[in-house]
């Protein structure tokens, strides 16, 4: 999970894996975090918001993946596979999203961009 300003936790949320704030510094609720660190401020973190940026370019010259607007109030119990999805409201993930998806040995992993104005 990647945050600019800050990262607030308002509920019993669990991030399995790393959680960086980069330019910001401040992680407030702090989660637990299995299997990860907390980068407030670092230089991991910073490198991750240049590759967010570099995605982000990405993902915006692509085509959106069929729906074109995924519009929807709650994402949370929905497989994805690779793919753009963009929506034009807020999304909520309240239970497990699922990004599966199966690939040849060697091959690269398949990507998905979520693109939420």
Request: net charge positive; aromatic share 4%; no cysteine.
């Amino acid at each position: 999970m990647l945050g600019s300003t800050k990262v607030t936790n308002t509920g019993a949320s669990v991030i399995t894996g790393d959680l960086g704030v980069s330019p910001g510094s401040s992680v407030t609720g702090t989660p637990h975090v299995i299997d990860g660190t907390i980068y407030a401020a670092k230089a991991v973190a910073a490198a991750a918001q240049a590759a967010l940026g570099t995605a982000y370019t990405d993902a915006a010259g692509r085509t959106p993946t069929t729906p074109a607007n995924f519009s929807s109030s709650n994402l949370g119990g929905k497989s994805l596979v690779p793919g753009v999805y963009k929506a034009t409201s807020t999304q909520l993930l309240w239970v497990v999203m699922v990004l599966a998806a199966r690939r040849p040995l060697g091959a690269p992993s398949p990507s998905r961009a979520l693109a939420i104005a």
